[in-house]
């Protein structure tokens, strides 16, 4: 079988010499892993996706401020 796994995350980017908020978004990423009859095999499996997730969220948030920050400074 095949289990899904959402990772939500929030973030904002301050200003820090204003406190003013720049940035606040909501990011998502989804992606699923095949539970086989080896344990071992599924939880080496579930944590790879969740680090796999976790880098596809960095990434999101990395592209949304280097697309606000360009637009600032255009």
């Known amino acids: 079988s095949t289990m899904q796994i959402t990772a939500n995350t929030t973030y904002q ?15 998502s990423a989804v992606s699923s892993y095949s539970v086989v009859a080896n ?11 969740q680090q796999e997730l976790a880098d596809q969220l960095a990434e999101q948030i990395a592209l949304d401020v280097l697309t606000k920050l360009s637009q600032e400074n255009s």
């Open 13 to 27: 980017l301050q200003d820090l010499k204003t406190n003013k908020t720049i940035l606040s978004e909501k990011v």
């Open 39 to 49: 344990p071992y095999a599924t939880t080496i499996a579930k944590n790879k996706l």
